[in-house]
């Protein structure tokens, strides 16, 4: 199993930038990819970024593309999302999954979640 601890939510303005953390423990050598997702309230959960831990190859979702990029530090077991030029519709709680592949995005481990806030 592979557990996961997000950190890095917070408030922030419009036109702002946060980076979110994503810390893996556990039978990390498992692990292929790492997704970031998000929840907004009333929508369904969404797809934002991921990046697999051996070549680094990166997707985004087209609403974040150019503002949003997701890196990893295979060191410390640890998978970034800088969020750059945020939103209103920004705000969500966002999670990081561990996934099985980077086409599907589907999930095998998830993180608690962490809420960030863009204000207008």
């Known amino acids: 199993q592979v557990q996961l601890v997000e950190s890095g939510g917070g408030l922030v303005q419009a036109g702002g930038s946060l980076r979110l953390s994503c810390a893996a423990s556990g039978r990390t050598f498992r692990s292929f990819a790492v997704g970031w997702f998000r929840q907004a309230p009333g929508k369904e959960r969404e797809s934002v970024a991921a990046i697999t831990w051996g070549s680094g190859i990166t997707a985004y979702a087209d609403s974040v593309k150019g503002r949003f990029t997701i890196s990893r530090d295979n060191a410390k077991n640890t998978v970034y999302l800088q969020m750059n030029s945020l939103k209103p519709e920004d705000t969500a709680v966002y999670y990081c999954?561990?996934?099985?592949?980077?086409?599907?995005?589907?999930?095998?481990?998830w993180g608690q979640g962490t809420q960030v806030t863009v204000s207008s």
């Open positions: 999954a561990d996934i099985k592949d980077i086409s599907t995005m589907a999930p095998r481990y």
